[in-house]
């Protein structure tokens, strides 16, 4: 899990596989946000969930929010090679701060 | 890429050197964020504007020195670095957490090597 535990670290799989991604927050939250960045560029929002919310989809992402374990899962359906990047979940409060994880590498093999 | 652009994009400076990096974001946003991002570490906030007022400094130290002007434009002056502090530095901003919007939009990033 992201904050201190990657779960995984890292991440191989074939091209139309289905790639979960899981991270952990310490504290309580208002939203719980999925970004995505390609090596050495900036990072891209993918989705928030705010902490009432307990499944949202986007296209082929979705992410669960359980808030009584503080923990978060990415779900990628049917990936792609476009989708190999670090995938990233930050907690959000009702403030301005985000608390980013370490990040998950994610290799999609064509 | 999504609408928040940094200059320049990549920048090599001496110890004694005097640099700025700029950022400016074309998406009506009023909140404006620095971070850091070195290797095998989460990302840290640096600093936050809202409404061109800082309103969060982590405990970063004074060789950087952040300034807005105005709620498009950011910029992070440098000085006196150490090598400790070469990473890619990335601009953020996002509506206010009050006016409901909490995505943060993010620019390319500045890779900065300290030599």
């Known amino acids: 899990s992201q904050q201190g535990e990657e779960d995984p670290q890292a991440l191989s799989i074939q091209e139309g596989e289905n790639a979960t991604m899981n991270c952990s927050y310490k504290t309580s939250i208002n939203n719980l946000q999925w970004y995505r960045q390609n090596s050495g560029r900036g990072l891209v929002h993918l989705i928030l969930i705010r902490s009432n919310e307990r499944e949202k989809h986007s296209g082929r992402l979705r992410v669960t929010l359980d808030t009584s374990k503080k923990s978060s899962s990415l779900l990628i359906t049917a990936s792609r090679a476009a989708d190999t990047a670090s995938y990233f979940c930050?907690?959000?409060?009702?403030?301005?701060?985000?608390?980013f994880g370490k990040g998950t590498l994610l290799t999609v093999n064509p | 890429e999504t609408g928040v652009t940094q200059t320049p994009r990549h920048l090599v400076m001496g110890m004694t050197n005097k640099k700025s990096l700029k950022c400016e974001q074309h998406l009506g946003h009023n909140a404006m964020y620095w971070y850091k991002q070195s290797a095998k570490k989460p990302l840290e906030l640096m600093f936050v504007?809202?409404?061109?007022?800082?309103?969060e400094n982590n405990s970063v130290p004074s060789r950087f020195s952040p300034e807005c002007p105005n709620s498009s434009h950011l910029f992070l002056h440098l000085h006196t670095l150490q090598p400790e502090d070469s990473a890619l530095y990335l601009c953020a901003s996002s509506q206010a957490p009050g006016q409901g919007g909490y995505e943060q939009y993010f620019g390319p990033g500045t890779r900065l090597t300290v030599t």
């Open positions: 504007y809202s409404l061109e007022e800082r309103v």
């Open positions: 930050a907690s959000g409060g009702s403030n301005y701060k985000l608390t």
